[in-house]
């Protein structure tokens, strides 16, 4: 089936730094990916939707400076939080969408200190 | 946004019990999936359901649709300690793209 592979699936990084996720697709071609943000018990928060070859969208309220995304292949989009701080610390997951549902990455636990 | 709210919010239960997890939302919908998600883990695509169909199954999973009152139930039938775990709805509608828009949410624990 198909898989969509995330990595690092966790990092810590000091204030200020920046970080970057990434998602692959292994097995198919993904023109669209989205990515989603979590916090501890809570639901999933779509941030924004990278489209290959174009700018993201960003929803409301996603500082798209700061959240970086870059989608430059069929397979690869990213996303790189730039100047971190301590309140970007959360779970971060991408998804592709398929005609039977949606293929999600296993996330990035992202720690700033 | 979040346009669906689930209930429980909470569910625990003993194994070999069945578990109910409603989903309501608030817009009209193409489709409404179900996914699981272990702790600290990924989703998991469970099931799909589509506005026009008012139930599907799924090995011991039961999905049922009510458009008319905008929820959705999913039943884990038997369940397992394995079946431990948060569980979703999310809803697609062609006005919003491919975009889901999540539920809040059913944190499962099955006690064995």
């Known amino acids: 089936g198909a898989v969509v592979s995330q990595h690092p699936s966790r990092v810590i990084c000091k204030s200020g730094t920046s970080v970057k996720i990434e998602c692959r697709s292994l097995?198919?071609?993904?023109?669209?990916m989205f990515w989603y943000r979590q916090f501890p018990k809570q639901s999933l928060m779509l941030m924004a939707t990278?489209?290959?070859?174009?700018?993201?969208?960003?929803e409301q309220g996603v500082e798209k400076d700061k959240f970086l995304i870059n989608h430059a292949s069929l397979t690869l989009s990213t996303l790189t939080v730039t100047s971190a701080h301590p309140e970007d610390s959360s779970f971060y997951i991408c998804s592709a969408d398929r005609s039977y549902g949606y293929t999600f990455g296993s996330g990035t636990r992202l720690t700033v200190v | 946004s979040q346009q669906g709210e689930e209930d429980p919010q909470a569910l625990s239960i003993q194994e070999g019990e069945n578990a109910t997890m409603n989903c309501s939302y608030k817009?009209?919908?193409?489709?409404l999936q179900w996914y699981r998600q272990n702790s600290g883990r990924g989703l998991v695509h469970l099931i799909l359901?589509?506005?026009?169909?008012r139930e599907k199954h799924s090995g011991r999973l039961r999905v049922t649709l009510d458009t008319s009152k905008k929820s959705s139930s999913l039943l884990i039938t038997a369940s397992r300690a394995a079946d431990t775990a948060s569980y979703f709805c999310?809803?697609?509608?062609?006005?919003?793209?491919?975009?889901?828009?999540f539920g809040e949410g059913t944190q499962l624990t099955v006690n064995p």
């Open positions: 999310a809803t697609d509608y062609w006005a919003s793209g491919s975009r889901l828009t």
């Open positions: 817009t009209s919908i193409n489709n």
């Open positions: 990278s489209n290959e070859g174009s700018k993201a969208t960003y």
């Open positions: 097995d198919f071609q993904a023109t669209t």
């Open positions: 359901i589509r506005s026009n169909e």
